[in-house]
């Protein structure tokens, strides 16, 4: 048996699944990143209504720059929104794809 193969042997790690529950504070922070994924939401939509304004605004008094910005500000906020919403099913893909992973 030569050394690399005793090195393969004694790298083998074994970790079980995640529990939040485990850590002290485990709770607080779950509620603290609800929290927090509430908030990046109000933060949306109050940027989708200033730049649906904006928008208004410069299309009202024909200023095609002002009015541009009020479109890519309604998209960028629409998109932060869908990630947002998103956020946990994303994760959890990407480590469940990651859990399948055996060298």
């Known amino acids: 048996?030569?050394?690399?193969?005793t090195a393969i042997v004694l790298a083998d790690v074994?970790?079980?699944?995640?529990?939040?529950?485990?850590?002290?504070?485990?709770?607080?922070?779950m509620?603290?990143?609800s929290g927090l994924l509430a908030f990046a939401l109000i933060a949306a939509v109050a940027g989708i209504a200033i730049s649906?304004?904006?928008?208004?605004?410069?299309?009202h008094n024909s200023n095609p720059h002002i009015a541009s910005r009020g479109k890519v500000g309604v998209l960028a906020s629409v998109g932060a929104?869908?990630?947002i919403g998103s956020a946990?099913?994303?994760v959890?893909?990407?480590?469940?794809t990651g859990g399948t992973v055996h060298a």
């Open 92 to 96: 959890n893909f990407f480590y469940h």
């Open 31 to 33: 509620g603290l990143v």
């Open 52 to 59: 649906a304004i904006t928008w208004a605004f410069g299309s």
């Open 81 to 83: 929104a869908v990630l």
């Open 1 to 5: 048996m030569s050394a690399y193969s």
């Open 14 to 29: 074994s970790i079980p699944q995640p529990d939040p529950s485990k850590l002290p504070g485990g709770d607080a922070f």
């Open 88 to 90: 946990v099913a994303i």
